[in-house]
């Protein structure tokens, strides 16, 4: 073992240009962290620039620096598809062939809605894709006056159900999303996700989304890095959406966030008062759900400049025998057409005090090679259907 602590940082969504077959997906050119910096006429982000960005690609605000202490790299995505589930369980190990099933153009079939209302007791409005925000404008006090449930989705394989929890108690909410997830299990249907989407206000000028939110994600489709972790008696921290993303599964303890900051906030007290030996696993979303899907590159911005500055105060409480890898799960690309994700390339970011001889390393194949660099930190065996190999340069400076 060369690193007691890892700690592994997905700041969702934030690709760095397009694979080379994203013009399959609509999304070639794409580019979420250069066209970003363009909108906001550069991006203040000293502490990113200190850990080697500027080496992947021209982003204004940033240069080139000497960066001993870090390595970074872009990895590209082997999996077929763009989302949140995909690109996490890649990075745990996880190959998935087929894109998980979206109803983005057509809603969800009668058939379902049917069965979820019996089931529940509820109606249910609107089924089809939309913001979060803008169908609480337009559905919002209908819901709200007449009990009734929104049921919309994204370009995203999800399900979400918004309810106000003042009509609607919060526990009968999640109830709902845990009938239709078991509905959803059928192959037709299966959708990676369920999502609990609680509201409060008085009326549609100002309606808002609690931190209540809850999701029901498809377990992964075979092990993962992750159990192999938590099998050999090692720890895995979740911070954020990551128990939902792996439905708890390989995970030893979990701690809900409701922003980015926040769970900035938890890594850093994690980083300065927890002595644990294994990974703390921390995803970012507000990137991907507050500005990406609703293509705001300004706000985008300041949400990276946020987190830059919540890293300055990370980066110095890491020990030696620390290791920091920075990440994203796919693109959303703020200046894009639509408001789908975009199929890009992701940074890896390796930090550690104890690097004397950081550089800029070759792509690789999968962000697989993420957890298989973490298990043989810790010299253990990954499970035999897991992808992707070993970054030896973090282990061997």
């Not at 169908?135 to 007449?146: D, F, P, Q, R, S």
């Not at 449930?149 to 994204?154: C, D």
Request: charged letters at 25%; glycine letters at 8%; a negative charge.
């Amino acid at each position: 073992m060369k690193f007691k602590r890892v700690f592994l940082i997905v700041m969702d969504s934030v690709g760095i240009g397009a694979e080379p077959d994203a013009e399959k997906f609509g999304d070639a050119g794409s580019n979420t962290w250069v066209h970003t910096a363009e909108k906001c006429n550069g991006l203040n982000v000293p502490n990113i620039n200190s850990l080697g960005i500027a080496d992947l690609a021209t982003i204004m605000g940033t240069n080139k620096v000497e960066h001993p202490k870090s390595y970074i790299q872009t990895l590209r995505e082997e999996s077929n598809g763009k989302d949140t589930l995909t690109g996490h369980w890649e990075m745990m190990g996880i190959y998935t062939p087929n894109p998980l099933v979206t109803f983005t153009d057509t809603g969800f079939p009668k058939e379902l809605i049917d069965e979820l209302s019996e089931r529940t007791g509820r109606q249910y409005i609107g089924n089809y894709s939309e913001s979060g925000t803008v169908i609480l404008e337009k559905l919002g006090e209908e819901a709200m006056n007449e009990g009734k449930i929104i049921i919309y989705t994204s370009a995203d394989s999800v399900l979400q159900l918004a309810a106000h929890v003042g009509v609607i108690p919060l526990d009968e909410l999640y109830h709902c999303c845990e009938v239709a997830r078991e509905i959803t299990l059928k192959p037709e249907w299966k959708v990676g996700r369920i999502i609990a989407r609680p509201f409060l206000g008085t009326s549609a000028s100002n309606f808002y989304r609690t931190s209540d939110r809850r999701d029901y994600a498809l377990s992964p489709a075979g092990r993962t890095s992750l159990d192999d972790l938590k099998d050999n008696g090692n720890d895995v921290i979740a911070i954020g959406k990551i128990h939902d993303i792996f439905n708890g599964v390989g995970i030893t303890e979990s701690q809900h966030t409701v922003s980015n900051h926040d769970g900035m906030l938890k890594t850093i007290d994690i980083a300065k008062n927890r002595d644990f030996t294994g990974l703390c696993f921390v995803n970012l979303v507000e990137f991907d759900s507050s500005y990406g899907h609703r293509r705001n590159p300004i706000g985008y911005g300041k949400c990276i400049e946020e987190f830059d500055n919540d890293l300055g105060q990370l980066l110095p409480l890491l020990k030696d025998d620390d290791l920091l890898l920075i990440t994203a799960d796919h693109g959303n690309d703020p200046t894009w057409t639509g408001s789908d994700h975009t199929r890009e390339r992701v940074p890896l970011m390796s930090y550690s005090p104890a690097y004397k001889n950081g550089k800029l390393l070759d792509e690789k194949e999968t962000f697989a090679c993420i957890g298989k660099t973490v298990l043989a930190n810790f010299d253990i065996k990954a499970s035999e259907n897991e992808i992707g190999s070993t970054i030896d340069e973090l282990l061997n400076d």
